[in-house]
């Protein structure tokens, strides 16, 4: 965080970035799929795995691997917000747990 101060007033400016994934082709598709995920580890407490560009066509009960560490999605959420009447894709987000804490959880279902 930034903050600058002027005369009799003090302001504060937060930085954020923004992470746009390349497509190599089929560059005027939907602009959706080029939104990168937000990655979110849900085991309590739920720890962020940061913004990370993905394969669009990601389901429930595939495997990922982030930084070395195997995961396995238990939610795709997809956001859209209303803009000049037309719903535009706003965010992605992925729900994943451990492979192992997946499998241990899939077992205690069946």
């Known amino acids: 965080m930034a903050s600058w101060k002027m005369g009799f007033a003090s302001f ?3 930085m954020s970035f923004e992470v746009s994934c390349n497509r190599k082709r089929d560059r005027d598709r939907e602009r959706g799929s080029i939104l990168p995920y937000k990655v979110v580890e849900i085991t309590p407490p ?3 795995l940061g913004v990370r ?3 669009p066509n ?3 009960g595939e495997n990922v691997t982030i930084e070395g560490q195997a995961y396995t999605i238990s939610a795709v959420t997809h956001r859209y917000q209303l803009r000049k009447g037309k719903y535009e894709p706003s965010e992605k987000r992925l729900d994943v747990l451990s492979t192992g804490r997946y499998l241990e959880l899939m077992k205690h279902w069946a």
Do not use: M, V
């Open 46 to 48: 739920p720890k962020s």
């Open 53 to 55: 560009c993905l394969p």
């Open 58 to 60: 990601l389901q429930c």
């Open 12 to 14: 504060q400016k937060t």
